[in-house]
Nanobody, 125 residues
Framework: QVQLVESGGGLVQAGGSLRLFCAVS????????MGWFRQTPGKEREFVAA????????SYADSVKGRFTISRDIAKNLVDLQMSSLKPEDTDVYYC??????????????????WGPGTQVTVSS
């Protein structure tokens, strides 16, 4: 079992930056993938970024490439998402997730086994 808790959300002006954190507890393996997704009420949850727990390999959605950076601190059991050049369309609830499989990094909701409760990010124009 893996437990995930997000923090760091809030209100920021367009063009600003925000850093989200995901505290990871429970048993993790080096092949696990940790991902960030986001969702607007009434819309489907969408992939943002992911990182392999052991290798640090990363994957990003096209909409955030060059603006968001995902990283992990194994010693502290943390995954963070540094978000820069934020746009109003980045406003969403952001969720941390964990994929237990040994496959390559996946970007679909169904691939992830564990989810955090989410943290709200609001970008004002």
């Amino acid at each position: 079992q893996v437990q995930l808790v997000e923090s760091g959300g809030g209100l920021v002006q367009a063009g600003g930056s925000l850093r989200l954190f995901c505290a990871v507890s429970g048993r993790t393996e080096r092949w696990y993938t940790m991902g960030w997704f986001r969702q607007t009420p009434g819309k489907e949850r969408e992939f943002v970024a992911a990182i392999r727990w052991g290798s640090g390999s990363t994957s990003y959605a096209d909409s955030v490439k060059g603006r968001f950076t995902i990283s992990r601190d194994i010693a502290k059991n943390l995954v963070d998402l540094q978000m820069s050049s934020l746009k109003p369309e980045d406003t969403d609830v952001y969720y941390c997730a964990a994929d237990r499989s040994i496959s390559t990094i996946r970007q679909t909701i169904e691939a992830y086994d564990y989810w955090g409760p989410g943290t709200q990010v609001t970008v004002s124009s």
